[in-house]
């Protein structure tokens, strides 16, 4: 992902086809800005597993760099995420609840969300009975659903509202090419490896398959109604998908 941030200059498609009515879409999903990414093309290629690593360890990796960029996005706002500017972490219409330890669902202010999901994600990535960078060592089992869809969906969650609340200061910032970059190399992992819980609110605007980087290949079995409530995390930015669409698939 350096290489891509570093190197690679900003381009812009052309708009693409049934862009629909701007006025009433959000910012960042009217032309050019919906189109703008850093690199033409499909981004599949840059999230595949390579040949010869193993598959929790490329999670892992990309876990760490998934982090690390959006922690960057979100600092670069975070002097305009107050609890006054953002009482809620929201997302358009839609509202997240930060769930404790204790398994309590608390309504919090943006920052307040975003500082309790990235102290707890820094220290799962720091522990190394769940991230071990020993070599050789084990990773735990259920490492992707309980270790890496958890971290996937704060990350998710922190982008969808940088892009709901704060797209204005990103385009001041002139980062929309490489927000969208990062979101699509995001996007398009997710749907390779099935780290978002309630990806079939977005596969059905691309051509990819839940899950086609797994081993056991496809999505399993029906779908259940945890998934559905976990397709609302995805309905923000489900547009965005379809317009990044020839990044993603
Ligand atoms: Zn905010």
Redesign the pocket.
Known sequence: MATLFGKLASRTRKKSAGAGNQSNRPLFLQSPYAQTTLIQGSIKRLVDLPKYVDLSEWLAINTFEFFQYVNMFYGS?SE??TPT??PSMSAGSCEYHWTDSSKRTLKVS??QYVDFATTQIQAQLSDDTLFPTKSGAEFPPGFLPNVIRPIHRHLLRILA?IYH??YPHILQLQTEGHLNTLFAHFACFALTFDTVEGLSAWAGVTGLQIGSGLAAGGMSGAKSSRDKEREKDLEPLRELVAELEPMIA
Do not use: I, K
Request: charged share 0%; with cysteine.
């Open positions: 706002v305009f995420c500017t953002c943006a920052p509202h609340a704060h």
